[in-house]
């Protein structure tokens, strides 16, 4: 996983190298390279931001985004959600992730931005977008990101509500829609 | 050494984030589990849990793997996010 550290928030000083060694790579190589932008961050984000840095992306015609929202539901009087993560391996599985997508599906960019921390009803969680040269390869690269990391990547939800507090437990389902995938 | 990592519901029901083992390497991620159940009966129980995942060095893995000295083990319930 060469290019994990670059992609990550934490790491301004090596996203600042970035141009350096891309510089070095031949012109059309550089061109064939999926570009990465893994994030875990408390902070809430831009989908604004991420489409039009999507949208840049040379020889791509489609560019498919998601958004996770904390989801209320009327008998719960849920007060927030609060996200563990493992720092450093997080980022990795959702780097190695994003990787099996951009081979699997010929995706020439993938966004993954997990937030984490205290969140409040409604606000955004999670967004995943990934732009690629035609739809349906789109469609299925965003989905097939979202199944792994509901699955795969190292992430705790805690339910804060007018009862109390407890873990979310994991999801049958959710293993099921991953599992579709092999 | 190993460094040991827990998280989640684990994290909370051992009151305990990391901890450091000395053990003789190289050993099996199952031999760390063993090793830690003996360590008291709150963490007999709730490493008995055959749900939970592990991690050898930030990289899920199966109980069967080996541990070298100076690796990262983490133990954790099943994930959440998305």
Redesign the interface.
């Known amino acids: 996983m060469p290019d994990l550290e670059m992609t990550t928030a934490q790491q301004p000083e090596q996203k600042a190298q970035q141009p350096e060694q891309k510089a070095q790579q031949p012109e059309q190589q550089q061109q064939l390279q999926p570009k990465f932008d893994i994030r875990v961050q408390n902070a809430d984000f831009s989908l604004q931001d991420v489409y039009q840095q999507l949208a840049a992306t040379p020889y791509c015609g489609a560019v498919v985004t998601f958004v996770g929202l904390v989801r209320d539901h009327p008998e719960l009087q849920l007060q927030a959600l609060e996200l563990e993560h493992y720092p450093g391996m997080t980022e990795k599985a959702l780097q190695q992730i994003a990787t099996e997508a951009a081979q699997r599906f010929d995706l020439k960019a993938v966004t993954v931005i997990h937030r984490i921390g205290l969140l409040a009803p409604q606000q955004q969680i999670v967004l995943v977008g990934v732009a690629s040269a035609h739809r349906g390869s789109a469609f299925a690269g965003a989905e097939f990101i979202m199944d792994y990391l509901k699955t795969k990547a190292p992430l705790w939800k805690k339910q804060h509500d007018a009862k109390g507090a407890a873990w979310v437990e994991a999801k049958a389902s959710d293993q099921a829609q991953q599992q579709k995938w092999q | 050494m190993i460094k040991i ?1 827990f ?3 684990l ?2 029901r051992l009151q305990c984030a990391s901890l450091q083992m000395a053990l003789n390497t190289p050993c099996a991620v199952s031999e760390v589990l063993q090793q830690l159940r003996q360590q008291s009966g709150l963490f007999a129980e709730a490493l008995a849990d055959n ?1 939970l995942l592990c ?1 050898l060095n ?3 893995c199966g109980t069967e793997v080996l541990v070298q000295s100076g690796d990262e083990v ?1 133990f ?7």
């Open positions: 990592l998280f989640g519901a994290r909370e749900q991690a930030q990289q899920l983490a954790f319930p099943p994930v959440t996010g998305g």
